[in-house]
Every structure is written in C-alpha cells, then in structure tokens.
T-cell receptor, first 109, second 115 residues
Framework: GENVEQHPSTLSVQEGDSAVIKCTYS??????FPWYKQELGKGPQLIIDIRSNVGEKKDQRIAVTLNKTAKHFSLHITETQPEDSAVYFC????????FGAGTILRVKS | GAGVSQTPSNKVTEKGKYVELRCDPISGHTALYWYRQSLGQGPEFLIYFQGTGAADDSGLPNDRFFAVRPEGSVSTLKIQRTERGDSAVYLCASSPTAVPYYEQYFGPGTRLTVT
C-alpha cells in the first residue's frame, strides 16, 4: 500500500523566517496531496492541497510544490508567525488518506 | 455553521469492556470517515461510509472493531473487548461527497484510554 514519509519531525524557526516540510510517497498513481495543520486538542484542518495536474499552488504565505517524477511534495510557509506553531501533516490518497508522521513546527518570537 | 462533533471527548475504560464512540458529521455531508491517531503519529484510516453503506473498511484492525451509519448521518464506532493497544484518539471526518479529492473536515476526536 501507499507509504508517506515526512521530514523533519521537528522544526524550530525564528518569527519571520521561512519553514519547509518535505514528504515522499510510494504510489506513482497518487493524484491528491493535502496538507493539514493540527493544534493541540483539535482535529486536523486542511490548509492547502494540490492535485497532480499542477506543480505548485500558493495561498498567501503558504505554498505547496509537487514533483511527480521524484514522488515528493513540500510545504513552504513564509514570514512565519507564532500562531503557525502546530503539528503539520502531509497526506495523499483519495477517499482513504494516508498521512505522514507529522512535523512539529515551533515559531520562536 | 456547525462542524463535525464527536462524543464523548474523553473515554476511559477497562480492558475487556465495550465502548461506543459517536460522530455527528456536518449537515448534508454524504461521506463520513473514521481514523485513529496514536501519540506522535499521523491519523490512520479505519473506514469510510458513502451514505449508509461502508464503502471501504480495509483499515479496521480486526473484528473487534465495527462501525455503523444507519440513517446516513450520525455514525457510531464500536469496539468490543477493548485492549490497551486500542488507546488512541479516534477522529471522525466528513465530506460533502464521496468523490475522491474533496476536503475532509475533521472533528476534535475522542481520546480513548484503556486501562
């Protein structure tokens, strides 16, 4: 079955700096790649997603890039703010999402 | 509008007991999903419903786990003869349609602790 690996497991950045989280997947037929943000005691919340027909998507300070040949996709957060501190998960799949293990992002002010 | 709600928020039970976890999806959402999240891990798929029927239950770990959605809205995840390894956060999500690649809206989860 599908396997998703996510790096790094923890990431500390200074407020205002950029943060990059990377994921690789195993199934070359995968077409959908969402990113979720999870705050303590809450369920994951979708922050951005990309489908395989595009290589990049941007929404304000957040962007996702996809390299289907290499089977990896990345989340980029620019101008980080303390409220960006959370756990971020990449995922892929259709109805049945397969998640990475998560990245704890800490933004230091 | 109201999001996905799950009850109870916390459940502590003894090994061997039976538990039921409830999910109220967003009104009108036809697809409903159950995931399990262990500490420090990403959510792991259990089952999803399209309307009243289970469209994919391949993630249920064994026959102690069962889920129903009798009227196509509220769903209940049932766990028999609980084991300590069942301790986790059980997440429910819903989606407007069962067509793949639509956003899944997650509830806050039920934290199950088996002692």
């Amino acid at each position: 079955g599908e396997n998703v690996e996510q790096h790094p497991s923890t990431l500390s950045v200074q407020e205002g700096d950029s943060a990059v989280i990377k994921c690789t997947y195993s199934d070359s037929a995968s077409n959908y790649f969402p990113w979720y943000k999870q705050e303590l005691g809450k369920g994951p919340q979708l922050i951005i997603d990309i489908r395989s027909n595009v290589g990049e998507k941007k929404d304000q300070r957040i962007a996702v890039t996809l390299n289907k040949t290499a089977k990896h996709f990345s989340l980029h957060i620019t101008e980080t703010q303390p409220e960006d501190s959370a756990v971020y998960f990449c995922a892929t799949g259709g109805n049945k999402l397969v998640f990475g293990a998560g990245t704890i992002l800490r933004v230091k002010s | 509008g109201a999001g996905v709600s799950q009850t109870p928020s916390n459940k502590v039970t003894e090994k061997g007991k039976y538990v039921e976890l409830r999910c109220d999806p967003i009104s009108g959402h036809t697809a409903l999903y159950w995931y399990r999240q262990s500490l420090g891990q990403g959510p792991e798929f259990l089952i999803y419903f399209q309307g009243t029927g289970a469209a994919d239950d391949s993630g249920l770990p064994n026959d102690r786990f069962f889920a129903v959605r009798p009227e196509g809205s509220v769903s209940t995840l049932k766990i028999q003869r609980t084991e300590r390894g069942d301790s986790a956060v059980y997440l429910c999500a819903s989606s407007p349609t069962a067509v793949p690649y639509y956003e899944q809206y997650f509830g806050p989860g039920t934290r199950l602790t088996v002692t």
